[in-house]
Nanobody, 119 residues
C-alpha cells in the first residue's frame, strides 16, 4: 500500500495562488500515476491533474491552464500549483496514487485538504 499525506490547503482570495503538496510513502515502487482530484459540496469527485511515471501530464479542460502539476521524484512528492484561483475552485483536494502489483490495479487516496477561494 501507499500512504499519501497532503498539505498546503487554506483560504485564499480570488486571483490568488496556492501550492498543494502530496508526500508518498510505503510501496512507492508500485506507483504508475499520481494525480489530484477535487470534490466540491454536492458534486462528484473530479480529476484535476495527473502525472505518469514517464512525466507526461494531463489536466482537466476546465482549468484553462491555471494549474500545474509537478513532482520531486527523489522525495516522492507531487505538487499542484494553483494560480488565478476562482471561487468555483473551492473544494476538498485529494491526492491519488494509482498502483499495480501482482493482485492488480489499486487506487490510494490521501485524507484531503480544503481549498477555499473567497473574498
Amino acid at each position: 500500500q501507499v500512504q499519501l499525506v497532503e498539505s498546503g490547503g487554506g483560504l485564499v482570495q480570488p486571483g490568488g495562488s496556492l501550492k498543494l503538496s502530496c508526500a508518498a510513502s510505503g510501496a512507492i515502487f508500485s506507483i504508475t500515476t499520481m494525480g489530484w482530484y477535487r470534490q466540491a459540496p454536492g458534486k462528484q469527485r473530479e480529476l484535476v491533474a495527473s502525472i505518469i511515471s514517464g512525466g507526461d501530464t494531463n489536466y482537466a479542460d476546465s482549468l484553462e491552464g491555471r494549474f500545474a502539476i509537478s513532482r520531486d521524484s527523489a522525495n516522492h512528492t507531487v505538487y499542484l500549483q494553483m494560480n488565478l484561483l476562482k471561487p468555483e475552485d473551492t473544494a476538498v483536494y485529494y491526492c491519488n496514487a494509482a498502483t499495480e502489483d501482482e493482485l492488480g490495479a489499486h487506487d490510494n487516496w490521501g485524507q484531503g485538504t480544503q481549498v477555499t477561494v473567497s473574498s
